[in-house]
């Protein structure tokens, strides 16, 4: 079996792809498999680590109005699409599976006017430009979400498959998670994450009302500031006179290489509503206060994390209406309500796809047939 993939720009788009192929090379020993990706997207640092073979093409975002840089772009578009020709009769794949990002459109066309098998994956419950623009041209669309469905006009094409999650985050149970922070069972313990990069808004926002969270008895809290919020929340803690070493329930990190311990630990999450992040909180029942990012690509976070709103499965939490005052009443409603959280958990868990990987091999291998 010989499968191309190629997604790109962020860890959103790489993570899944490298997850799939992963999967198929441990299903399957003897296949051959080739990421195709650029030099300057996050694909160049996260492939070449796992051992995948990559390639690059010349391809660039572009701007949705008339100018310099969007013709820069259509015309590297032309030169990708002519490189990714070549790289694909070179390699003969017997399908081409995009994740999306720009790097998938003329790496997808290519394999499309070589009448080769393509499928693409869709992380967002807001289908991105470059899959809207590609169903036409696929034999295969796999959905994380639901609602996404409705912007792919040939629903015999659409299979709902979700996101696929680590493996990790099953085989770690909540004690070890505990026990990996040194915290206590039996309370109720508040994840906080912005993601890999942090997100100022969210430490702001958290700092403000640690001297009220840390007076709760029954509760501890784990918070990923981000790289480089990590100082200037220490900073402001200490401006108002809290020493995290005189806290035995307050955990702050930098960043947490081992997510699936916090992830098990805890009871309820503060954090963006990126779709990997979400499809890892759905697989085990985490209840969520979600605050999507607003800069994101045409605001998928908020149609990400209002799937799950619709579900009664999390509370969302918009950016410009982030305040510690809003913030703190709608933690200390949930913690005084246990019953709530374990009804969210239970919701939440109905969005989970933790059988997604298996649905995504099935695709894989029914189009290749």
């Known amino acids: 079996m010989r499968v191309l993939f190629t997604g790109g720009g962020t860890g959103g788009h790489v993570y899944p792809a490298v997850a799939i192929a992963q999967n198929l090379l441990k299903k399957y020993p003897n296949s051959e498999v080739l990421y195709v990706g650029t030099k300057g997207g996050m694909e160049s640092k996260i492939v070449p680590q796992t051992g995948l073979n990559f390639k690059t093409i010349e391809v660039e975002g572009w701007q949705r109005k008339f100018s310099w840089q969007a013709l820069r772009a259509g015309l590297k578009a032309i030169q990708g699409g002519t490189q990714a020709l070549n790289i694909i009769r070179k390699f003969n794949p017997q399908v081409v599976i995009g994740t999306g990002g720009y790097v998938c459109g003329p790496v997808v066309l290519a394999a499309s006017l070589l009448k080769i098998p393509t499928i693409i994956h869709e992380q967002n419950a807001l289908p991105g430009l470059t899959n809207r623009t590609l169903a036409k041209l696929v034999n295969k669309i796999m959905i994380t979400f639901p609602e996404s469905a409705k912007y792919f006009l040939d629903s015999q094409k659409v299979v709902l498959t979700g996101l696929p999650v680590r493996d990790e985050i099953f085989k770690i149970t909540k004690s070890e998670g505990l026990d990996f922070f040194n915290l206590q069972s039996g309370k109720i313990t508040l994840l906080v994450s912005g993601g890999s990069r942090g997100a100022k808004s969210i430490n702001n926002a958290i700092v403000s009302i640690y001297q009220e969270l840390l007076q709760i008895p029954n509760l ?150």
Do not use: W
């Open 220 to 369: 501890q809290i784990i918070h990923a500031t981000g790289e480089q919020g990590y100082y200037d929340v220490i900073n402001q803690l200490a401006l108002k006179g809290i020493n995290i070493e005189e806290y035995g329930n307050l955990i702050l990190k930098p960043y947490i290489y081992n997510m699936e311990y916090a992830l098990k630990a805890a009871d309820l999450c503060i954090a963006r509503a990126g779709a990997t992040f979400l499809a890892e909180i759905t697989a085990i029942g985490l209840p969520g206060i979600l605050i999507p990012y607003p800069y994101a690509a045409e605001n998928h976070q908020e149609f990400n994390a209002r799937s799950l709103v619709n579900l009664d499965a999390a509370i969302m939490i918009l950016d410009k209406d982030l305040k510690g005052n809003t913030l703190f009443e709608t933690v200390r409603k949930l913690i005084n309500h246990p019953e709530r959280l374990v009804e969210m958990s239970d919701n939440i868990k109905k969005a989970g796809n933790p059988d997604s990987m298996e649905k995504i091999m099935r695709v894989l291998e029914e189009t290749i047939g």
